[in-house]
């Protein structure tokens, strides 16, 4: 069948700058470039270019720009180019239309509606380059009271605490599993949060034989899958964390294709290889939080009560309810994952269109933990669309304890967002798992890349907290009065909490 | 002494280390006039590839070097500071004797001096040889012994 799919890039070659040197050809995955020897020229088939840049970034005389191919097609506010090109492509294969990475839908980005405060005068700014600024903060339970005694004339703590995650910044790497990236990049995340001193997440992929060593800084995952979960996995781990949502694709299970199940995955998996690796989109022994309750218990007892347990949700219309639900069940962190959270694999219709925005849910649910007062029982993580550190500060002061950030670890890494993620070609060597490909990523490299990424926005949110007078990241937490809305209505403002800039 | 180290689990297969020793060893080391106007120099590292293993090979500068021995003119030399195995191009004949007994197979053959040979020379008016600088996965390592 001829294809109406018009080319979504277009490649343009710089003739005299091009010297023919093939970079570009043998960097493409995707077979866009090649040389022809006849011509003495490298030709490109465009219609095959995902626009990661790949071949832009490698070329050593910046021959190449790729851009927006800008053939109009006819102006249409309901009938756009990516509305017809999503229907050509069903059209022609009859499939549900893939995609990868978080939503790309243009809704409102609630952090760049919130500004943040600042002291001037009446309480004087801290300069943290030279006095202590504390970004050290524990996930866990905390008591609702702390007795304090004395032992041989020193102040003891009288009152048991439960299993916390001691983090140095207060940014974690999302669950990204070892199957939907590659072992390289699994272990830049491991060895960078390890450096870091906080944790990353093996997603529901299981953890790697040769990264159990990192296990102090590594959150395991237990998903409806079940895959990789066994008694080492769980007494490896720092922390547990069952995942019943994920932001990109609420209420959907994960598939994990058979070509992807290599030798490697299939053992960490513990399925046989070459076969799909199928998340059902329930866990089939929870259907109320009273099961939620069993399996919590369950995991707590297995690691004898030594781990804090996680439960990762979807942000969906009542999470609040949810998370109180799930705080109530005995789960020592709640995380929510928003609208703009990644994936390696998702139906466009529902990334692009379930969920919510992180920001609302987070308020939401921050708020309604605290009015039934039981906000100290559990922390609470949100990721799902965290850009920069400006975003982890405003997440804080809106009530979050830590963020997750995963498309952004992944962008460190060389992730240029072009979502093909679901085609197992990534030219970045992250989220493939051909050992042509993977190799792209070496994780010393990836690994400094992630450090230097946290190390800067550790720094700036250490200069952001000093503007506003606080050392230390718990005095901001939840202290939503150092926030103000811009443009924001009444009703936005009211879900947030916080007020009109100016007000 | 200098060495290169090469990583074959890291090695992409892109052949800038390549490019970037023919623009260094190039008259004016400028990389379009080396590549398109120029007398392009012979490359002194290649990438070995077969499937996805691949490495970039280039001189070993060898303890005891076999063409050093065999040399007839007494062009190929070892650097007794810098261990460094080089080749004068003034004295060498073009015999071709090195390429036959180097076990590495890293001596080429420079067609357009017809006489000389082209071998890694480690760069010596760098800090860091052009294939180590310009490798974009740090598949090239520099190691000093």
Known sequence: MKSYILPQYLVERDDYRCIRCEVCARQCAFDVHWYDEEEDAVFADESKCVGCLRCVTLCPTNALVVRHNPTQIPPNANWTGEVLRNIYRQAETGGVLLTGMGCDKGYPIYWDRIVLDASQVTNPSIDPLREPMELRTYLGAKPDVVKVGRKGGKPSLETRLTPQLRLETPIMFSAISYGAISYNACESLARAATEMGTYYNTGEGGLHRNLYKYGDHTICQVASGRFGVHADYLEVAAALEIKIGQGAKPGIGGHLPGEKVSAEISRTRMIPKGTDAISPAPHHDIYSIEDLAQLIYALKEATHWEKPVSVKIAAVHNSAAIASGIVRAGADIVALDGIRGGTGAAPTMIRDNVGIPIELALAAVDTRLREEGIRNRASVVVAGGIRNSSDVIKAIALGADAVYIGTAALVAMGCHVCQKCYTGKCNWGIATQDPYLSKRLNPDVGTRRLVNLLTGWSHEIMEMLGGMGINAIESLRGNRLRLRGVGLTQEELDILGIKHAGA | ?145
């Open chain 2, 1 to 145: 002494m200098i060495r290169i180290v090469p990583r074959e689990e890291y090695c992409i297969g892109c052949r800038l280390c390549e490019i970037h020793c023919i623009v260094q060893h190039s008259r004016s080391k400028n990389i379009i006039k080396a590549f398109k106007s120029e007398r392009r120099p012979v490359k002194r590292v290649e990438v070995e590839e077969e499937g996805h293993v691949s490495f970039a090979l280039q001189c070993r500068h060898c303890e005891e070097a076999p063409c050093v021995t065999a040399c007839l003119s007494g062009a190929m030399s070892k650097d007794p500071e810098t261990g460094a195995v080089v080749n004068d191009p003034e004295r060498c004949v073009g015999c071709w004797t090195c390429i036959l007994v180097c076990p590495f197979g890293a001596v080429r053959r420079d067609e357009a001096e017809r006489k000389a040979v082209g071998k890694c020379d480690l760069c010596p008016d760098l800090e860091v040889p052009a294939c180590v600088a310009n490798c974009p996965n740090e598949a090239l390592l520099m190691v000093e012994e």
